[in-house]
């Protein structure tokens, strides 16, 4: 029997974590035959609920789920991680400024960093999907200075998803039918999607929309501001699809991406395509062997020039801001 996986999700308590954890500990996080331990990461007042969601876990009887843990301590929930899935945040509450917010941030994601640091696995990966997603992977990045970099990643995944499917709907064509999806920059309203090179059978997805017009007031407006319309349709926020982006962001970066396929995360810049090096930006990427690379060699029109500079001129500022909070 293989040794169990250990995946620690912060927030577990949440909404995200809820639809989250029953995916993992049925083998779609990781693959069907790979036994997992999940560590449960909660504020102390959010403990009982934690255990609740594991009382339900325990009663799925799943085959792969070796064990859970639940704590309220970052060192304890880190210790040995393989795969962390940092979901909790501090959310953004009415007249709050953009610096309080990080500050708050700061204050979870600094001490989740130097905790992944002290007791983490050598193979660990960490996905960040609590917002600011991008920023707060910088933070707990920042403070694991003997982790590779490249370990820290923010999630993308969903932005990517929501792309698909806006383009497989004005197509007509399924979602199996488009390859080479990307979603440029910072997880917020600034991403930018794009159809540039996008293929659609092979096709480029922007010529076969034929449609600028579509392009630029309908197509990337709708899929940066799909998680508003949700939380508008639903009276609550798209937990569901979040978690399913968290389990196919994690999935294919240990498991690899299809041959002429590539998917979109947020990583660290090596430089590439002139985002700053270091910002953890969105990156179309290849997976191979368990690690992954951002794809090279794309030429870059005027149009998208524009929308990537104005994203990583966004991250650009929210680095900026916790540096001069003294986060980084
Ligand atoms: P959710 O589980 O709904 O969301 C968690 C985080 O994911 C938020 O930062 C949210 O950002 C973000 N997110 C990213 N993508 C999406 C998406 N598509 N849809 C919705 N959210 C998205 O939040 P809950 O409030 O239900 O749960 C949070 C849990 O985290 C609570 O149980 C809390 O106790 C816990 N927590 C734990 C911490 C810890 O373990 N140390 C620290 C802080 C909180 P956005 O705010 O922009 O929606």
Sequence with gaps: TRTPVNVTVTGA??????????????????????????????I????????????????????????????????????????????????????????????????????????????????????????????????????????PAERFTAMTRLDHNRALSQLAKKLGVSITDI????????????????????????RVAAEAVDDQAWLENDFIPTVAKRGAAIIEARGASSAASAANAAIDHVYDWVNGTAEGDWVSMAVPSDGSYGVPEGLISSFPVTVED???????????????????DASVAELVEERDAVQALGLI
Aim: aromatic share 6%; proline share 5%; glycine share 12%.
């Design 13 to 42: 308590a949440g909404q995200i974590g809820y639809a989250l954890l029953f995916r993992i500990a049925s083998g779609q996080l990781l693959g069907a035959d790979v036994p997992v331990r999940l560590r449960l990461l909660e």
């Design 290 to 308: 368990g690690k992954y690379s951002i794809v090279q060699g794309l030429e870059i029109d005027e149009f998208s020039r524009g929308r990537i």
């Design 179 to 202: 390859k080479k999806m990307t979603i440029w920059g910072n997880h917020s309203a600034t991403q930018y999607p794009d159809l540039f090179h996008a293929e659609v059978n092979g």
């Design 44 to 147: 102390p007042q959010a403990v009982k609920a934690a255990e609740g969601t594991a009382m339900e876990l325990d009663d799925c009887a799943f085959p792969l789920l070796s064990g859970i843990d639940i704590t309220d301590d970052a060192k304890t929930a880190f210790d040995g991680v393989n795969v962390a899935l940092l979901v909790g945040a501090r959310p953004r509450t009415k007249g709050m400024e953009r610096g309080d917010l990080l500050e708050a941030n700061g204050g979870i994601f600094k001490p989740q960093g130097e905790a992944i640091n002290a007791g983490a696995a050598d193979d660990v990966r960490v996905l960040v999907v609590g917002n600011p997603a991008n920023t707060n992977a910088l933070i707990a990045q920042r403070h694991a200075p003997d982790v």
